[in-house]
């Protein structure tokens, strides 16, 4: 008996078989996923610390609060991304425990797939074309709603309008509102940044602002500072720093990649009669 409803008890086993029903499979195959990185990683003679672990948390946080990439050294909004976080996590019926496990998971696929990755020159001169490529200076205000985005684009149209202050006082991006909504340059290959985005502002005349542009579960009203030709730079002189863009790209990609070749190649005996037809049918319906 697991409580007592009415006078009528609740026994505890109706109440495990629905939640291995309903969620079991996916918190399984973290942990199938999760126990065979760990065997990766000590083949590889590498260490998860509780300090990746940590990081990988910070990430998700920052991928929350912004879908466009920002700069690592500059630490996370904790308390905004972890508000955002708890209304996701109880919008979707997810555990803080559970969600803690996929990070603990990320840790660990990070760490193999950073120690695994090689760029061909190939690769490294694609770089150098999205990195110096012509390129435009952005500023952006970033909201939750149309209608919010809509009031904004009005406020934009008065003549004494400052698209800086007004992305200070309102944008719900923290990583680039308390600069004035400034992007990071980019080019119009960098697929770091949302193509919506980069197709956007390509078109626009610098000095010129967007329509409200929807990317994810955010709006943005994009403004161009400037447009820069195509840098000036070696690639052999820029290699280091494109290698370090690839890895930044290519990384979680490639954790999505691994993430799926350890669930089907990891052996799994299943214990519970439940949680096996569970996890059975819902293969099946996979192939």
């Known amino acids: 008996?697991?409580?007592?409803?009415?006078?009528?008890?609740?026994?505890?086993?109706?109440?495990?078989?629905?939640?291995?029903?309903?969620?079991?499979?996916?918190?399984?195959?973290?942990?199938?996923?999760?126990?065979?990185?760990?065997?990766?990683?000590?083949?590889?003679?590498?260490?998860?610390?509780?300090?990746?672990?940590?990081?990988?948390?910070?990430?998700?946080?920052?991928r929350l609060l912004?879908?466009?990439?920002?700069?690592?050294?500059?630490?996370?909004?904790?308390?905004?991304?972890?508000?955002l976080l708890e209304q996701i996590l109880s919008s979707r019926n997810i555990?803080?425990?559970?969600?803690?496990?996929?990070?603990r998971r990320n840790a660990h696929l990070r760490k193999i797939v950073e120690h695994d990755m090689h760029f061909t020159d190939a690769q490294v001169e694609a770089e150098f074309e999205r990195a110096y490529g012509?390129?435009?200076?952005?500023r952006h205000i970033q909201v939750a709603g149309l209608a919010e985005a809509e009031r904004?684009?009005?406020?934009?149209?008065?003549?004494?309008?400052?698209?800086?202050?007004?992305a200070r006082d309102y944008s719900a991006n923290p990583n680039t509102a308390p600069a004035g909504g400034l992007l990071r340059v980019f080019s119009q290959q960098d697929e770091?940044?949302?193509?919506?985005?980069?197709?956007?502002?390509?078109?626009?005349?610098?000095?010129?602002h967007s329509t409200p542009l929807r990317v994810g579960e955010w709006f943005h009203i994009l403004k161009v500072e400037e447009r820069y030709p195509p840098g000036q730079v070696a690639l052999p002189q820029a290699r280091d720093e494109l290698e370090e863009r690839l890895r930044r790209r290519l990384t979680e990609p490639a954790m999505?990649?691994?993430?799926?070749?350890?669930?089907?190649?990891?052996?799994v005996e299943i214990l519970d009669p439940v949680l096996a037809e569970e996890f059975q049918r819902g293969h099946q319906r996979q192939r």
């Open 95 to 103: 555990s803080r425990a559970e969600y803690l496990v996929g990070m």
């Open 256 to 267: 999505q990649q691994l993430h799926q070749a350890l669930l089907q190649q990891t052996e």
């Open 1 to 62: 008996m697991i409580a007592v409803v009415d006078g009528k008890p609740i026994a505890r086993d109706s109440i495990i078989e629905l939640l291995l029903r309903g969620r079991g499979v996916g918190v399984l195959e973290q942990f199938i996923v999760l126990e065979a990185a760990k065997r990766e990683v000590a083949a590889r003679g590498l260490t998860v610390t509780e300090g990746d672990v940590s990081a990988e948390y910070d990430r998700a946080l920052r």
């Open 192 to 208: 770091d940044v949302p193509a919506l985005m980069r197709t956007t502002a390509f078109a626009l005349e610098p000095g010129r």
């Open 66 to 83: 912004s879908p466009l990439p920002t700069d690592e050294s500059v630490p996370v909004d904790r308390k905004a991304g972890e508000r």
């Open 134 to 138: 012509a390129r435009v200076k952005v």
């Open 152 to 166: 904004i684009e009005k406020r934009l149209a008065d003549p004494g309008a400052d698209f800086a202050e007004l």
